[in-house]
């Protein structure tokens, strides 16, 4: 199970432009490799990241071979209201990983 | 043509400065203030720190029982964050047994040889790498303590040695870049002073974390040397005489470099 680094704010104000950051634990092979054997290594990448605030969607990211291993993620939302900040990351291989975090707003 | 433009490149390198000359201690500098003001940000936040991940996963590891004698580093150890505080600051140490200082690396693999009866972790392996990362967490903002230990003079000097030396087919020694050109640029990067402060680190070159081994490695590879093998006594020495170099810097493990 790949490990993932979520930076949420614990509280914001109503109205207030909050950052989101995250980090996942993943090796994004780009497929264009070659092994010690002469075999090309199989492309094993995550393809999709989509972030849902209380279930909608406010983010989402196709990802691409050239995109770096541990791909990190920051963006800004606005803090509408009190509850939960959804992530899920999909992949090659059936990656798929989800994390959760929760706000208070004021 | 090209080796040609290569020797005359070093050369005017060589030219611009007279004889080594360790650094005076107050105008030592870890990597991270040659870094940009982006990357510094990405070590600071524990959340940004991808180095963070094999913190996480070294956690884990402390807690697993494992080998034959089926015990877990917090069997013996504890709680890690008291019990190994302090610690990868003062490695490479003296090992009785060895009759020489060892690295933490080696520390941990001889621990999970004789105590918990299991097969050593491959050096770079993502194992040993997690585990010696949340130990070196540990002693984050610690100075490093690399004292007059009597018995590991004799390294020490051998590993002081290895640093002046000139090797490889460009005939560089450590100390011609790191003591002598440090701020200098080196194919656009800036040439840091070489402390060993927050290792392992994370590169982004690497897209990984990594040991010092594997940045000694990367130099000496760079010299155009033949490098050593992983876990080399060679190493150890150059590694102990790397932290006396860096000795009273503080420990930024897991530290992130460009």
């Known amino acids: 199970m790949a490990r993932a680094l979520i930076n949420v704010p614990a509280k914001a104000k109503r109205g207030e432009i909050i950052e989101i950051k995250t980090l996942i634990q993943h090796e994004m092979e780009t497929g264009f490799r070659v092994g010690t054997n002469g075999q090309v290594i199989p492309r094993d990448i995550i393809t999709d990241f989509i972030c849902k605030y209380n279930g909608e969607e406010i983010f989402r990211a196709d990802l691409h071979p050239a995109i770096s291993a541990n791909p990190f993620f920051t963006f800004f939302t606005v803090a509408t209201e009190s509850g939960t900040i959804s992530f899920e990351w999909s992949g090659d291989n059936g990656f798929a990983v989800s994390e959760t975090a929760t706000i208070t707003v004021e | 043509m090209r080796t040609g433009n290569v020797a005359v490149l070093v050369g005017v390198v060589i030219g611009a400065t007279a004889v080594a000359a360790e650094i005076p201690l107050s105008e030592r500098k870890s990597g991270y203030d040659f870094m940009g003001p982006d990357t510094r940000a990405m070590q600071d936040d524990d959340t940004t720190n991808p180095g963070m991940l094999w913190v996480l996963d070294g956690e884990a590891l402390w807690k697993r029982k494992a080998g034959a004698a089926n015990k877990s580093c917090a069997d013996c150890h504890g709680d890690a964050g008291t019990s190994m505080k302090g610690v990868a600051a003062r490695y490479p140490a003296f090992d009785a047994g060895r009759g020489r200082p060892i690295d933490l690396e080696q520390r941990v693999n001889i621990c999970r040889a004789d105590r918990q009866q299991a097969t050593p972790l491959p050096f770079e392996g993502k194992e040993l790498l997690a585990l010696t990362a ?119 493990t897991p530290a992130v470099r460009p």
């Open chain 2, 134 to 252: 949340y130990i070196g967490r540990q002693s984050r903002g610690m100075p490093i303590e690399i004292g007059d230990d009597e018995r590991t003079k004799p390294f020490l000097e051998a590993g002081r040695d290895l640093f002046n030396r000139r090797q490889g087919q460009l005939n560089l020694s450590c100390a011609q870049c790191h003591d002598d050109n440090w701020g200098q640029k080196l194919a656009g990067a800036p040439v840091p002073q070489g402390h060993a402060t927050g290792y392992p680190l994370y590169r982004l070159e690497w897209q990984s974390l990594g040991s010092l081994q594997r940045r000694l490695r990367n130099c000496i590879v760079g010299m155009r040397a033949e490098p050593y093998a992983f876990g080399a006594s060679e190493y150890v020495d150059l590694e102990l005489y790397l932290m006396w170099r860096a000795r009273g810097m503080k420990v930024e």
